[in-house]
């Protein structure tokens, strides 16, 4: 399902050259970021705190060893995208008097340690979702390389069916493909099965190879917020067991700017 493109950031990247420039400051700016991102994270919602904390973290390490700030002008789709090297402008420190250089240097010596306990909670987190989301491919095993195909899974707890169609498509140039879900269905089957759904919901019925799509099912273990966590591990998993699969080089990879069909 595809969103409007915004920004998700709770904490601008140049936070900690913000005015006034001042470690007390940008100590209580930080705890208070970090505080949000833990509270997020007790609710198991790994995403989008998860990509920010590793750019801060990755700002602290370029500012304290080459004076470099990472900056990214990037049009978030989705609360889970990756910042890609590509997408990071580096721009160097302005000049700073002796006390402000002193003032940073504390707020990075401080800021390192907590941003890294921060990001060691996520990734514990990350690591527990991927491992309790198991995905199977249940027809059309032959046709992973299409690039496209559907997902379904149900929630325990109320019974209700997510159906998506999934697609590879290429966002630059040298990309491998980002994988996009398009929720098709969601509620009860009252009787039919998937295959039945995805004939009646999907927005491929031109496509003459519809019914030789491979088709995924996804079971999880737990229960997990749905935008925050579920729908980008689905993404994730669904996309590691394409590329184990099949050669890169066989998989066909759609161009983004284009129409699928």
Same mark, same amino acid.
């Given at each position: 399902?595809?969103?409007?493109?915004?920004? /998700?950031?709770? @904490?601008?990247?140049?936070?900690? @050259?913000?005015?006034?420039?001042?470690? &007390?400051?940008?100590?209580?700016?930080?705890?208070?970021?970090?505080?949000?991102?833990?509270?997020?994270?007790?609710?198991?919602?790994?995403?989008?705190?998860?990509?920010?904390?590793?750019?801060?973290?990755?700002?602290?390490?370029? *500012? $304290?060893?080459?004076?470099?700030?990472? @900056?990214?002008?990037?049009?978030?789709?989705?609360?889970?995208?990756?910042?890609?090297?590509?997408? @990071?402008?580096?721009?160097?420190?302005?000049?700073?008097?002796?006390?402000?250089?002193?003032?940073?240097?504390?707020?990075?010596? /401080?800021?390192?340690?907590?941003?890294?306990?921060?990001?060691?909670?996520?990734?514990?987190?990350?690591?527990?979702?991927?491992?309790?989301?198991?995905?199977?491919?249940?027809?059309?095993?032959?046709?992973?390389?299409?690039?496209?195909?559907?997902?379904?899974?149900?929630?325990? &707890?109320?019974?209700?069916? $997510?159906?998506?169609?999934?697609?590879?498509?290429?966002? $630059?140039?040298?990309?491998?493909?980002?994988?996009?879900?398009?929720?098709?269905?969601?509620?009860?089957?009252?009787?039919? =099965?998937?295959?039945?759904?995805?004939?009646?919901? =999907?927005?491929?019925?031109? $496509?003459?190879?519809?019914?030789?799509?491979? *088709?995924?099912?996804?079971?999880?273990?737990?229960?997990?917020?749905?935008?925050?966590?579920?729908?980008?591990?689905?993404?994730?998993?669904?996309?590691?067991?394409?590329?184990?699969?099949?050669?890169?080089?066989?998989?066909?990879? /759609?161009?983004?700017?284009?129409?699928?069909?």
């Amino acid at each position: 399902m595809r969103k409007k493109k915004q920004k /998700f950031f709770k @904490l601008n990247p140049d936070w900690l @050259l913000a005015e006034p420039i001042d470690f &007390e400051y940008n100590k209580y700016t930080l705890l208070d970021y970090i505080q949000k991102c833990e509270k997020s994270f007790d609710d198991f919602k790994i995403y989008p705190d998860f990509v920010e904390i590793s750019l801060h973290l990755a700002n602290i390490q370029s *500012v $304290h060893k080459e004076k470099v700030l990472l @900056l990214t002008n990037k049009d978030f789709e989705f609360c889970d995208d990756e910042i890609l090297l590509k997408e @990071l402008h580096p721009q160097k420190l302005q000049k700073l008097s002796n006390e402000e250089f002193l003032e940073i240097q504390k707020t990075l010596s /401080f800021s390192s340690h907590k941003l890294m306990d921060a990001f060691n909670i996520g990734k514990s987190l990350w690591s527990i979702v991927f491992e309790s989301i198991d995905v199977s491919n249940k027809k059309n095993s032959l046709n992973l390389n299409k690039g496209l195909g559907f997902v379904y899974y149900t929630s325990k &707890e109320d019974k209700v069916t $997510h159906i998506w169609e999934y697609s590879l498509r290429k966002i $630059h140039k040298k990309d491998d493909g980002k994988l996009y879900l398009d929720l098709i269905w969601s509620g009860g089957t009252n009787g039919k =099965t998937i295959n039945k759904l995805i004939s009646e919901n =999907t927005e491929w019925t031109q $496509h003459t190879e519809t019914k030789k799509l491979p *088709v995924f099912e996804v079971i999880s273990s737990q229960k997990f917020p749905y935008e925050e966590t579920l729908v980008p591990m689905i993404k994730r998993k669904i996309l590691s067991y394409i590329f184990q699969s099949v050669p890169k080089e066989e998989i066909e990879i /759609f161009d983004n700017s284009k129409s699928i069909f």
